[in-house]
């Protein structure tokens, strides 16, 4: 795990991060709080994601569906802190086309009788479909069979090791919210 000085941009991602559980259960009644997740982690100040989307696969009903996008363009469509008003995200998303179509995606399950290296390559798959280049995937068991799939691309700041395994955590805590 990285070292964290005070007053860095590692600490404040790392607070961020931290107090995520304490804003889930302060706002659990608020519709799409993997979505509020998604967007906080990815924009500049954190993460700084180009794009990144959470979907959720269930074998059981074969359905892949897609519960939250993120394209760094959508960001002026919502307000500057999230979780200030989180009741009005949803419909201040109303206007952001790719978080929209991430929304409507529903597709046969990924993981429903394949094999991991095609499960991998489905995935990857799915990311191309959403004009992501060079994606990172996060996949996640969850709560009744079901599987959540963090797909992210980078933007101006590359991911490190410290980063890809607070991003699995992320996945993690999206999962709890919507499985």
């Known amino acids: 795990m990285r070292n964290v000085e005070p007053g860095s941009g590692d600490q404040e991602l790392l607070m961020m ?11 659990h009644e608020v519709d799409g709080l993997a979505q509020l997740i998604l967007h906080d982690v990815s924009h ?24 939250a996008g993120f394209i760094n363009d959508e960001c002026k469509h919502h307000h500057e802190d999230l ?18 179509q991430l929304l409507q995606m529903a597709r046969k399950s990924i993981k429903k009788g394949s094999s991991v290296g095609n499960h991998t390559e489905a995935i ?5 479909d959403l004009g992501m280049i060079n994606p990172w995937v996060y996949a996640q068991d969850l709560r009744h069979g079901n599987h959540g799939i963090l797909i992210v691309e980078e933007g101006v700041k590359r991911l490190d090791n410290d980063d890809h395994e607070l991003l699995a955590h992320i996945s993690a805590i999206m999962g709890l919210c919507h499985a």
Do not use: Q, T
């Open 17 to 27: 991060l931290l107090d995520l559980p304490n804003k889930i259960l302060s706002h």
């Open 124 to 128: 990857r798959n799915v990311a191309f």
């Open 44 to 67: 500049d100040r954190h993460f700084g994601f180009k794009r990144a989307s959470y979907l959720i696969d269930n074998p059981e009903f074969d359905c892949l569906r897609g519960v």
């Open 83 to 100: 979780w200030l008003e989180p009741h009005n995200f949803v419909h201040d998303m109303r206007e952001a086309a790719f978080h929209n």
